[in-house]
Nanobody
Framework: QLQASGGGVVKTGGSLRLSCAASGRTFSSYVMGWSRQAPGKEREFVAAIKWRGYVAYHADSVKGRFTTSRDNTKNTVYLQMNSLEPEDTAVYYC?????????????????WGQGTQVTVSS
């Protein structure tokens, strides 16, 4: 089970940190990903990180502004979002897939959290 939290309303240039708490299974061999979906748009990959070893990847649209990280002791993955823009407004989802390498296609993820709304006002 994946539980995402931390969304909210923030002004342009602001920051938010999303959390994704994992429970119910061992995710040590999984890739944890973040995706987002804005109204009327397809789900878009944002970032992903492996539980084992510090391997992370961020989409070009968020590179330099967003950072994903994990805390193995808490079974939690984070998405730190800085310099937020109105274009970042979306429902953000965390997801997991059993994989050895970073997965950037949202439809390849097997387990999904419920999503958390991020709204950036101009």
């Amino acid at each position: 089970q994946l539980q995402a939290s931390g969304g909210g309303v923030v002004k342009t240039g602001g920051s938010l940190r999303l959390s994704c708490a994992a429970s119910g299974r061992t995710f040590s061999s999984y890739v944890m990903g973040w995706s987002r979906q804005a109204p009327g748009k397809e789900r878009e990959f944002v970032a992903a990180i492996k539980w084992r070893g510090y391997v992370a990847y961020h989409a070009d649209s968020v590179k330099g502004r967003f950072t994903t990280s994990r805390d193995n002791t808490k079974n939690t993955v984070y998405l730190q979002m800085n310099s937020l823009e109105p274009e970042d407004t979306a429902v953000y989802y965390c997801a997991a897939v059993a994989a050895d390498t970073i997965v950037v296609l949202p439809n390849l993820y097997d387990y999904w959290g419920q999503g958390t709304q991020v709204t950036v006002s101009s």
